[in-house]
């Protein structure tokens, strides 16, 4: 087992990344307070639910559980809400813990809760998928979407502890896995090539689900955040380098409608588009392009996305929480390996990355 | 015009309290963005929009405005929601100002709604009641109600800075002046036994609409809250001196439905109930609840609450977050004018407390 501690002043907070983690053990610490509401999901509960059940009861925590249905699509204030009732008909207070079992959806939406439910309770967090272990684990952003854009509410919410068992990987679809490699390739990208190559040479392994190597990915991608975050919590600068393929990825998403395609999906062909741009713009040589494409594609992530028209594309863009003062800005590469945020692009470039890596039928 | 400071290190901002501001001037330098989201009511609007509207166009900035209902029964996840639709229709990013023009439910949902926007937007506050004007201005509290209990979900939110002008109070209903004093009374019985006889001496003017009492008494709180504030602002200990008379009255709003009385009204029987509670566990003097019900009185408050039966009374109060741990803390008087926070209380001394103020019918 690995220990990362994210350092936030005094809402620093560790990390546990291992395999079959002790989560009585782990957790003892770390559990505030008397009530503990576990949230996850139907997919799950099934899996994973009782294990916790018990940890945290043998801790002599009072244990209630709430199961929201599985699935992007229901990350808005609707079932937000419903985590809300469960607290209240259980009559939890102010000195509880929110403890969010599953992927980034149940994390965002658990964390968002912990940190409204009366103004603000205790958060741990057990993501039980690759994406949510790379990306959720760190940062502190919880929150749902709205019909008009993705994570248009929300909170910063930092954790008492995140556990990252990579055991639990075991019963993601493949899919899932590949999608949660899309965040880690991210890192590569924006700021570490060395990184790409050591990526370069397990993908196969990462692929196959190899624990060893999981852990190490995670590892290496929440130190990576976990060093950007401890400088710039709120995002006001160097944060929104992790943004990415973003912009482009949430305009996929919200043209197709959340939970079509995965979020790394949609990330994956973004930073696709992102590069496309940056080699457009003269900064990414054609080979990085391909490898860039190469090494995505090796995750069995998709490189191209369905045609989507470009008035449309660029519609769901401009909603971007990245957009300041009117002004689209975006995340690009000087070079591999060297990501910078930037308004000094061609707009026309721009329409032409995108429609370059959409499928033409 | 006097301005007071709430030191919150670099979340420090000014109030400005006096009679016909001019607002243009004030807000100029606390106006973040491009983009300004008027928030207010259907009963403010027709009085003050058109003002505020024209101050913050004249500083060069785009405005909307967003117009909910009026009254307490709307303070809810619904009406919340419409603020979040008029900021996502229109467009505004992360960059904008949510400015709250209304009592106490506007600057809480107004105040939310900024604190949760894109994970958090600029927030300004121009209090239109003199409950709002003495207690929402300083603390950062922001929330909605849940059918289960009050104020259950939401946000700590500081504002930029607060303009209270005591000409608006002008259209107040009486009946809303007179919850406004409640709150100033509370800050005379929870620590301050010199302002208590400022108070008896000058209730008549108060109560007659005099804009230089008013805004002596508005400067005389707010000093007194922010000065809590600043040393507990997430109330972890001294600031829940603040709830006097909060526990009991919750439990009358509650069961009375929000929005039959006003929150300054139950909060004043609810003080009456503290005392007499207090004055039956021997520590305050029956004169001095005497004095505390004539003051009360003075004011056009109720002192007794309609009938409500004990166990439904008691429920509602166990669902109050004050509530720790399972153990009921209440704010109780050691002697008049000097507020404790304590869970040693006769639970049976209570329940006479209760009964002894509540229409007998």
């Not at 005094?10 to 559990?31: K, M, T, V």
């Not at 009530?35 to 009861?57: F, G, H, K, S």
């Not at 570490?192 to 040479?201: M, N, P, R, T, V």
């Not at 590069?275 to 490189?303: C, F, Y």
């Amino acid at each position: 087992m690995q220990t990362l501690h994210v350092e936030l002043g005094d809402r620093r907070y560790p990390i546990f990344i291992g395999s079959d983690l002790n989560p009585q053990e782990l957790l003892e610490p770390y559990i505030k307070g008397r009530q503990v509401m576990i949230v996850t999901n139907t997919t799950v509960a099934p899996l994973y639910l009782d294990r916790y059940v018990r940890a945290v009861e043998a801790l002599g925590k009072t244990v209630e559980t709430c199961i929201l249905p599985d699935g992007e699509k229901y990350k808005n204030i609707e079932h937000l809400t419903h985590i809300f009732d469960a607290l209240l008909k259980v009559g939890f207070n102010r000195d509880c813990t929110v403890l969010a079992l599953g992927g980034g959806v149940i994390g965002d939406m658990a964390g968002f809760a912990s940190a409204s439910f009366q103004r603000g309770v205790y958060f741990v967090q057990v993501p039980t998928t690759l994406l949510s272990q790379v990306d959720s684990s760190v940062g502190g952003k919880t929150g749902i979407n709205h019909p008009l854009g993705k994570n248009m509410i929300g909170a910063f919410q930092q954790p008492q502890v995140v556990l990252a068992d990579m055991s639990q990987l075991k019963t993601l679809p493949p899919r899932e896995l590949s999608a949660g490699l899309a965040e880690v390739i991210k890192y590569a990208l924006l700021g570490d090539i060395e990184f790409l190559a050591w990526l370069e040479e397990h993908m196969d392994g990462l692929v196959a689900g190899d624990e060893k190597l999981l852990a190490e990915a995670v590892y290496k991608s929440c130190a990576h955040k976990a060093r950007i975050v401890a400088n710039d919590e709120k995002e006001q600068g160097e944060r929104a380098l992790l943004n990415l393929g973003h912009t482009f990825g949430h305009a996929i998403e919200s043209y197709l409608g959340y939970g079509e395609w995965l979020h790394g999906e949609a990330v994956a062909t973004g930073m696709v588009m992102a590069t496309d741009l940056s080699h457009r713009m003269g900064w990414v040589s054609e080979a990085d392009l391909e490898r860039t494409k190469n090494i995505i594609s090796r995750a069995q992530l998709p490189i191209i996305c369905p045609k989507i028209p470009l008035d449309d594309f660029l519609g769901f863009m401009s909603h971007d929480k990245k957009v300041l003062n009117g002004q689209l800005r975006l995340v690009l590469m000087k070079q591999l390996g060297q990501a910078i945020i930037t308004k000094e692009f061609d707009v026309e470039l721009m329409k032409q990355a995108i429609l370059a890596n959409q499928d033409i039928v």
